[in-house]
């Protein structure tokens, strides 16, 4: 009997202290890491005790951050380097997914808008300083246009679709999963563009300038995370379940966007690239943008990757 | 569970051959995870090297002129494309980022193809910068993940070296231990089972012929031990050992010694052994200074005895006088055949007056027991010399002489009487 009580206690003595966290999750099945290592207990043996906030989208999440409601947050690379024009202080500590067909461009389809150059002075809804903004100016450059050339209409994610069904834009460029809903509700009526492959966002685990102990919870998560992510590639059929399940989604809808994404845990020069690409064609493209580009070096941290997963850190100063 | 020496030999060897078949299929099993590896290294590695290659095409050329020759591009997209299909078997990870590569080189091409079908030639610097810039990111993501392949290709190389050294220390610290036990065991079943035997030998080479009883069970031993008791118990019967043969002998020698010693009719000592009897005592008193007195009785008309009964009659008559005379002395006298009909009888501590005393006795006690032989009864009388040792006397055979002289006169007087000698010769 006192053998039980020392043993507890010493147990209680020596456990590792678990630090409560908040993280702004972007309810999509881009989190699915997140949700997947919340499922399979994942961040349990870890020094975090993880609580989410899910939220609409990578630029609220970013926004918890930045006021404080949220520890971390998952932001897409278009939102850090919109964000870093901003001069607030933020890390970006993981890559953790990656797609190249998460936001589409959607027309009317009794507009028959069948290419890109056909948008050339028509009103387009995005939601701007985000993926939909980035993606959108990238499939116009494509075809050699700028966002000039266009009308752009800034809308919240869920309110694109109306906007396009009700006539006030010509284009939207929602991401997932507006551009599934749509196709459910208007399939007859909308006509969704092969855009696969032109652009490729990623999904990243942000949070402020880390402090040692920030640095220990980033360290914390992205152990679970990689965890959830090895989980993943082994098991993506009870990976799927889970994600179906913990945001009450329909099965088609993940066989629909699940081939597109690349669930991966890393942090490499490639996405130091994509921010400084991205922020120089922000630059560029809106005007009342700094034209002195941010150094994104400023907004990487890789010491907690480095901790856990050193191979998928390939980052050069 | 008993086992045989060979049975355990066999065990044992077989015990070695099983760790050792481990231990080689281990290190094949081995060779083949590090060939593994190694085929998804260079499979990385050529991923790397065929998406720098192409990266230097975007940064070198400017591909949106309208005579750019595109045929380059095309074989080193060819070039990725075979290498991504030859790809090893990888882990579900490793699949993950061949996935990630396929799908950026897609991006990759899509974009480049974009770019060439819409003539880029006239639009904006920045526009081209950027459409550039999204192509050398996708490749620099492919670089990336390559070489991630590449480390995780690496990392398991080491591992699997590092888990096989491990398994390989462990196999072989297992069979040196089994070794050096199964060794020692065998070695002190041997020992103490030869030690058994060489003992059961030495044993057996005393006399004692005890069986071998084997400490540890081994068909071997136990067949020799058989063997061995087998003969053990044939030879304890057919052999008389030492100590045996010693009381044999003693007895025998015992039994010839009495022969030699007796007087086969009368059963009393011989004159042989009266003399050497006689020569102890005489010995004796010389050191002693004790006395030794000596008497020598006749029977009286013994060979009228003999003529008128017969010899055998005689023989009975030697018999009674001895059995009388026997009767009469202590235990300590010795009585002895002379010769004929002639005894001696010696008496250790004895003077004269007691040699007298022990004379008539026996004459009283012959006088009173008469002979009844075919109903005659037959009377003997003694002739008695008496004799003691004096400072005259030189050795035995003086002594006896004295006493035969005191006899002969006992005759001449009469006989039945007893004489002492004297050197006047009285009595």
């Given amino acids: 009997m006192s053998f039980v009580f020392l043993s507890v206690s010493f147990q209680h003595y020596w456990q590792e202290e678990k630090y409560p966290v908040t993280i702004a999750v972007f309810k999509t099945p881009l989190s699915t890491p997140f949700y997947v290592a919340q499922s399979i207990n994942a961040f349990e043996n870890t020094c975090v005790k993880v609580k989410f906030n899910n939220v609409i989208g990578g630029q609220v999440a970013f926004a918890k951050v930045i006021e404080g409601d949220a520890d971390f947050g998952t932001s897409s690379d278009s939102v850090i ?13 993981a890559m953790f997914v990656q797609s190249d067909n998460d936001v589409k461009l959607i027309t009317r389809s009794e507009d028959n808008i069948n290419a890109v150059l056909a948008l050339k002075g028509k009103k387009i809804g995005v939601t701007k300083l985000t993926a939909s903004e980035y993606f959108l100016s990238t499939l116009l450059a494509i075809d050699g246009l700028s966002v000039d050339d266009v009308e752009l209409i800034d809308y919240k994610p869920e309110q694109l679709i109306d906007s396009l069904i009700n006539n006030e834009v010509d284009a939207i460029a929602p991401w997932e999963p507006f551009s599934f809903q749509s196709n459910q509700r208007y399939k007859d009526k909308i006509s969704i563009h092969d855009t696969k492959n032109l652009n490729t966002l990623s999904f990243n685990l942000v949070s402020l300038p880390a402090d040692l102990k920030n640095l220990e919870k980033a360290k914390c998560i992205i152990q679970g995370l990689n965890t959830a992510i090895e989980f993943i ?38 996405l130091l690239l994509n921010l400084n690409s991205q922020a120089a064609w922000l630059a560029e493209t809106h005007l009342n943008f700094n034209k002195k580009q941010p150094n994104m070096n400023r907004y990487i941290d890789s010491r907690a990757m480095l901790q856990i997963n050193p191979n998928a850190v390939n980052i050069r100063p | 569970m008993k086992l045989s020496l060979s049975q355990r030999i066999l065990f044992f060897t077989a015990c070695c051959c099983l760790l050792f078949t481990f231990l080689v299929a281990s290190i094949i099993r081995s060779s083949e995870v590090i060939e593994l590896t190694f085929e998804q290294n260079n499979y990385a590695q050529n991923l790397v090297n065929n998406t720098t290659m192409i990266k230097q095409l975007i940064i070198r050329d400017d591909i949106y002129t309208g005579n750019y020759n595109t045929s380059s591009w095309q074989d080193s997209q060819r070039k990725l494309i075979n290498t991504l299909k030859l790809s090893p078997i990888l882990t579900p990870q490793e699949q993950t980022l061949k996935n990630s590569i396929n799908s950026q080189n897609a991006s990759v091409n899509r974009l480049f193809k974009k770019i060439k079908e819409n003539k880029l030639k006239n639009a904006s610097e920045s526009i081209k910068n950027h459409l550039k ?87 071997e031993f136990a067949s020799i031990a058989h063997a061995f008791n087998e003969m053990n118990n044939k030879l304890a019967d057919t052999t008389v050992s030492l100590a045996v043969m010693k009381k044999i002998v003693e007895e025998r020698t015992h039994v010839l010694e009495e022969l030699s010693n007796t007087d086969p009719l009368t059963k009393v000592a011989n004159r ?132 035969d002289q005191a006899m002969y006169i006992a005759k001449e007087s009469g006989r039945n009487r007893i004489v002492v000698y004297q050197d006047t010769n009285l009595h």
């Avoid at chain 2, 690496?154 to 888990?163: A, C, M, P």
Wanted: hydrophobic residues 40%; charged residues 20%.
């Fill in chain 1, 81 to 93: 380097a919109f964000q870093s024009f901003n001069n607030q202080p933020f890390v970006t500590h």
């Fill in chain 1, 233 to 270: 590639a082994s098991n993506p059929k009870a990976a799927k379940e889970i994600v179906i399940n913990e945001l009450g989604l329909s099965p088609a809808f993940i066989e629909w966007i699940w081939p597109d994404y690349i669930f991966k845990l890393e942090l490499n020069q490639s």
């Fill in chain 2, 133 to 219: 810039a999204r192509l050398i990111i996708q490749l620099e993501t492919i670089r990336s993940d390559s070489e991630q392949l590449s480390s995780i290709a690496q990392k398991n190389i080491h591992e699997v070296l590092k888990q096989e050294l491990i398994f390989i220390v462990t196999i072989l610290a297992i069979c040196i231990a089994l070794l050096t036990f199964g060794s020692f065991n065998l070695i002190r079943i041997f020992n103490t089972s030869m030690n058994e035997i060489k003992e059961a030998f030495k044993s057996n080479h005393s006399g004692n012929f005890e069986e071998i009883k084997l400490s540890h069970h081994s068909q």
């Fill in chain 2, 272 to 403: 042989r052994a009266l003399f050497e009897r006689g020569h102890l005592e005489f010995s004796r008193i010389l050191r002693t200074q004790s006395k030794l007195t000596l008497i020598l009785l006749d029977c009286d008309y013994f060979k009228g005895f003999n003529d008128k009964f017969g010899h055998l009659v005689g023989d009975q008559l030697l018999i009674h006088i001895c059995r009388i005379c026997s009767e009469e002395i202590r235990d300590v006298d010795f009585l002895g055949r002379y010769g004929g009909e002639e005894f001696v009888i010696i008496l250790p501590d004895c003077d004269i007056a007691g040699g007298i005393e022990t004379a008539n006795r026996i004459q009283q006690s012959l006088s009173q027991h008469c002979l009844l032989i075919e109903d005659n009864k037959i009377c003997m009388t003694l002739s008695i010399g008496v004799a003691m040792f004096n400072e005259k006397h030189k050795d035995f055979e003086q002594l006896v002489n004295d006493a």
